[in-house]
């Protein structure tokens, strides 16, 4: 609804979710080329991931790697990515947050 009961400007409305769709745009392509990092076992094994959560690398540290207990070695790989997609999501909300708040801010719409 707008203050004092006028209709919105169609143009001005136009304009504002172009600059809320470049916004966007450009925020995930940062996200595309950020990588954070997730560990598990103290170090043992490290998991990169770009802020998409699209997995970019894998590093296990041959202390980790015991061939008679290879379960403790798939279970820190995947605490290390599961650590890395968590501060991805953390960076995503980051990034992208204020943009999807900023959606309820445009005028005549109903968010």
């Known amino acids: ?12 409305l136009l304009q504002q979710a172009q600059k809320m769709q470049q916004d966007l745009a450009q925020a995930q392509e ?20 770009n802020g998409s959560g699209e997995l970019k690398a ?20 995947l605490a290390a990515v599961q650590a890395a997609n968590d501060n991805a999501h953390q960076l995503q909300q980051q990034k992208l947050g204020p943009l999807a708040q900023g959606l309820g801010g445009m005028p005549g719409l109903p968010f």
Do not use: C, R, S
């Open 1 to 12: 609804m707008i203050p004092g009961g006028g209709q919105p400007n169609m143009q001005e």
């Open 30 to 49: 940062e996200l595309a080329a950020t990588e954070v990092e997730g560990q598990a076992g103290g170090g043992l094994v490290k998991a990169t991931v």
């Open 58 to 77: 894998l590093v296990i540290d041959p202390k980790a790697v015991d061939p008679d207990d290879t379960e403790t070695l798939a279970d820190l790989v």
